[in-house]
């Protein structure tokens, strides 16, 4: 299902809507391989994403309003919980608040699919994913050691720890001041 926007968060001062969501198809998937390639050190391979689609997770893609890509979530529905797996912006168009509106979509699939809990892993290096998400209403519950693939400062690979992160669907949607249609 299509989650639904606050139109004021997604308008133009012309009125025109700027960005749209809309599920995530095999089509999508170069633009998404794109992106993940130009932002992560250890992007999820394109195998990963086709997998998400056909186990019929949540995934959506971000558009403008020419239809291209320029973000991106999937989310994994579990029993009355769900699990955001990635939720990326494309570089030019960062730090515009398209993070929020994602977020808010994944807030009202989880009302929608009955998920009580949503939770996230994320890079405790990752401080503005970090920051983002506290802001958000997420809280950090606990760290999964090693989870990550990483590289030390001369480049050796090695590990990194997840933070897990984790809020209550129906606190997240308080704060937002969203109401599931
Ligand atoms: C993390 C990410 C999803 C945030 O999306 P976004 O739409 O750029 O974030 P927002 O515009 O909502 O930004 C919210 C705040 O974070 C800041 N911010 C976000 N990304 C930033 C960056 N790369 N550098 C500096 N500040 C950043 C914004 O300036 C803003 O701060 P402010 O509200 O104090 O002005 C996006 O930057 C991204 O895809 N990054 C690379 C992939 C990634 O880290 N994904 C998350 C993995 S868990």
């Avoid at 050190?41 to 893609?61: E, I, K, M």
């Avoid at 990326?88 to 998920?115: E, K, N």
């Avoid at 669907?169 to 599931?180: K, S, Y």
């Amino acid at each position: 299902m299509n989650a639904r926007l606050r139109p004021d968060d997604m308008a133009t001062p012309a009125g025109q809507l700027a960005y749209a969501l809309r599920p995530m198809t095999a089509a999508d998937l170069d633009a998404v391989e794109r992106i993940e390639n130009a932002i992560y050190d250890f992007p999820w391979s394109r195998g990963n994403f086709a997998d998400s689609l056909t186990a019929q997770y949540h995934a959506q893609v971000l558009t403008d309003a020419a239809d291209t890509v320029c973000g991106y979530f999937v989310a994994m529905p579990g029993v009355e919980e769900m699990h955001l797996l990635n939720i990326s912006v494309a570089p030019p168009v960062q730090g515009q608040g398209l993070s929020l509106l994602m977020l808010d979509a994944v807030a009202l699939l989880s009302r929608a699919d009955s998920a009580l809990l949503l939770w996230l892993e994320v890079r405790p290096s990752n401080v503005h994913a970090v920051r983002i998400y506290e802001r958000y209403g997420f809280y950090p519950i606990t760290r999964r050691r090693d989870y990550y693939p990483a590289a030390d400062a001369q480049g050796r690979p090695c590990r990194e720890d997840a933070l897990v992160m984790s809020a209550q669907v129906g606190d997240l949607l308080a704060r937002r001041g969203l109401r599931p249609a």
